[in-house]
């Protein structure tokens, strides 16, 4: 971002109020509790039918991979413009008005044979309702008002640690406590002071480059009573201490070039993880005198891709690389049901703990019911063209993201006001 920020303030019809966030908010990667879960607002209906899912507006946008996020009454998207800035847009929720937008210089290639899926910002903001953590593809990080859109700092990875610009652009998306963000870039794991962005430390680090382009975002847990991160990077699965940024545990991952992708998913003491030329583990985590060891407790031939499942009463509902759908046993490891249709290369899940709303790359919205003996679509809905961005849920709206607009509907039996 040049120092000379491009910042748009006043378009809208309204401003933000910075506040603490609500228990409704959709306010970072996967949800208020980043797994994916739905535990407050209203009940959820049983169909996507025009009667229950209201379309209430949509917008226009620059091509974006990064999921929205929903803090009160706006809603946070990010866009690439013209092949060479990103820009952050927050939206009233309701009205779809603009509040502000703001804009930097920041795009590069990605490889290849990855190129088919564009070149543009991918991972999806943070908020704690005063601030916005926002991951620029070329290793920066920056934090904004969320009432106002001002800069309050901005980090460049590359340039502050003379790290090498990963292949694949910040992938990660950043996680936030009362003090500090955390977010793999630098080609390590790195903690930053909230309020001045200050680098605290950076761990786990590699040589960078190809295997250094994380695409996993951490997560944080108590595991075996030590409260650690559970970060995934291209090549192993690592347990890292909160209170020093050491780590405490590593497993090597088996991935084809390192494409370890998904999100894990930690439920009590065991890590849940899958890659795409691997297999899907289930690892126990043990305490041994204050150290933490990691033991594979079960393994399967499944492989993951870019879908992180949600699980409902202890079963992973698993979207695999060739495309189909598992319900897999955390317990034993054991398949469940796998429904032998193909559903597309990714999908985004939100669960309320009964019911479960996928999107598909290729735009296709399906609400299933949770089921350990069968799948069970209640039904499905186009609502986009091109969506790898992570579908959100904030009390009784559903916000989809796909490569050209943003559109809100209001889903509920009753309507919204």
Same mark, same amino acid.
């Given at each position: 971002?040049?120092?000379?920020?491009?910042?748009?303030?006043?378009?809208?019809?309204?401003?933000?109020?910075?506040?603490?966030?609500?228990?409704?908010?959709?306010?970072?990667?996967?949800?208020?509790?980043?797994?994916?879960?739905?535990?407050?607002?209203?009940?959820?209906?049983?169909?996507?039918?025009?009667?229950?899912?209201?379309?209430?507006?949509?917008?226009?946008?620059?091509?974006?991979?990064?999921?929205?996020?929903?803090?009160?009454?706006?809603?946070?998207?990010?866009?690439?413009?013209?092949?060479?800035?990103?820009?952050?847009?927050?939206?009233?929720?309701?009205?779809?008005?603009?509040?502000?937008?703001?804009?930097?210089?920041?795009?590069?290639?990605?490889?290849?044979?990855?190129?088919?899926?564009? #070149?543009? /910002? $991918? %991972? &999806?903001? =943070?908020?704690?309702?005063?601030?916005?953590?926002?991951?620029?593809?070329?290793?920066? *990080? +920056?934090?904004?008002?969320?009432?106002?859109?001002?800069?309050?700092?901005?980090?460049?990875?590359?340039?502050?640690?003379?790290?090498?610009?990963?292949?694949?652009?910040?992938?990660?998306?950043?996680?936030?406590?009362?003090?500090?963000?955390?977010?793999?870039?630098?080609?390590?794991?790195?903690?930053?002071?909230?309020?001045?962005?200050?680098?605290?430390?950076?761990?786990?680090?590699?040589?960078?480059?190809?295997?250094?382009?994380?695409?996993? #975002?951490? /997560? $944080? %847990? &108590?595991? =075996?009573?030590?409260?650690?991160?559970?970060?995934?990077?291209?090549?192993?699965?690592? *347990? +890292?201490?909160?209170?020093?940024?050491?780590?405490?545990?590593?497993?090597?991952?088996?991935?084809?070039?390192?494409?370890?992708?998904?999100?894990?998913?930690?439920?009590?003491?065991?890590?849940?993880?899958?890659?795409?030329?691997?297999?899907?583990?289930?690892?126990?985590?043990?305490?041994?005198?204050?150290?933490?060891?990691?033991?594979?407790?079960?393994?399967?031939?499944?492989?993951?891709?870019?879908?992180?499942?949600?699980?409902?009463?202890?079963?992973?509902?698993?979207?695999?690389?060739?495309?189909?759908?598992?319900?897999?046993?955390?317990?034993?490891?054991?398949?469940?049901?796998?429904?032998?249709?193909?559903?597309?290369?990714?999908?985004?899940?939100?669960?309320?703990?009964?019911?479960?709303?996928?999107?598909?790359?290729?735009?296709?919205?399906?609400?299933?019911?949770?089921?350990?003996?069968?799948?069970?679509?209640?039904?499905?809905?186009?609502?986009?063209?091109?969506?790898?961005?992570?579908?959100?849920?904030?009390?009784?709206?559903?916000?989809?993201?796909?490569?050209?607009?943003?559109?809100?509907?209001?889903?509920?039996?009753?309507?919204?006001?």
């Amino acid at each position: 971002m040049k120092t000379t920020l491009a910042l748009l303030i006043g378009i809208c019809a309204g401003t933000l109020s910075a506040a603490d966030l609500l228990p409704t908010d959709w306010s970072q990667w996967r949800g208020a509790h980043r797994d994916g879960t739905v535990k407050d607002g209203p009940s959820w209906p049983a169909s996507l039918n025009p009667s229950t899912m209201k379309e209430r507006w949509s917008s226009k946008l620059g091509p974006s991979y990064s999921g929205p996020i929903v803090v009160g009454s706006s809603v946070f998207t990010t866009e690439t413009v013209d092949k060479k800035t990103e820009r952050v847009t927050a939206f009233d929720r309701n009205s779809g008005e603009k509040i502000w937008e703001v804009e930097w210089q920041g795009a590069m290639k990605v490889p290849f044979f990855a190129a088919r899926n564009g #070149s543009w /910002i $991918r %991972a &999806t903001p =943070a908020s704690d309702g005063k601030s916005l953590f926002v991951a620029g593809i070329r290793d920066v *990080l +920056i934090s904004l008002d969320v009432e106002t859109g001002k800069q309050n700092w901005r980090y460049d990875f590359v340039e502050q640690l003379k790290s090498p610009l990963p292949s694949f652009g910040m992938v990660c998306s950043p996680l936030l406590d009362d003090e500090h963000v955390y977010v793999q870039a630098g080609a390590g794991f790195c903690k930053l002071d909230k309020a001045s962005g200050k680098l605290i430390w950076r761990t786990a680090t590699d040589k960078g480059g190809m295997y250094g382009s994380a695409f996993s #975002s951490p /997560i $944080r %847990a &108590t595991i =075996a009573d030590q409260d650690v991160f559970v970060v995934q990077s291209r090549m192993a699965l690592q *347990l +890292i201490s909160a209170a020093n940024g050491k780590v405490v545990a590593s497993q090597a991952i088996k991935a084809f070039r390192g494409m370890n992708i998904l999100t894990p998913v930690v439920l009590e003491d065991k890590i849940f993880t899958s890659a795409y030329g691997g297999r899907s583990h289930l690892f126990s985590v043990k305490n041994e005198n204050g150290s933490l060891k990691l033991t594979e407790q079960w393994s399967t031939k499944h492989q993951g891709y870019m879908s992180t499942p949600v699980v409902i009463d202890g079963v992973a509902y698993h979207h695999l690389k060739n495309q189909r759908l598992l319900a897999l046993d955390l317990k034993t490891g054991k398949e469940l049901w796998d429904k032998s249709n193909r559903f597309g290369k990714y999908w985004s899940m939100v669960t309320d703990g009964q019911k479960i709303l996928a999107l598909d790359e290729n735009g296709t919205l399906r609400l299933l019911n949770s089921n350990r003996t069968d799948f069970e679509e209640l039904d499905n809905r186009e609502v986009a063209e091109d969506s790898w961005a992570h579908v959100a849920v904030s009390n009784g709206q559903i916000f989809v993201r796909d490569l050209e607009k943003m559109t809100v509907y209001d889903w509920s039996t009753t309507g919204r006001p």
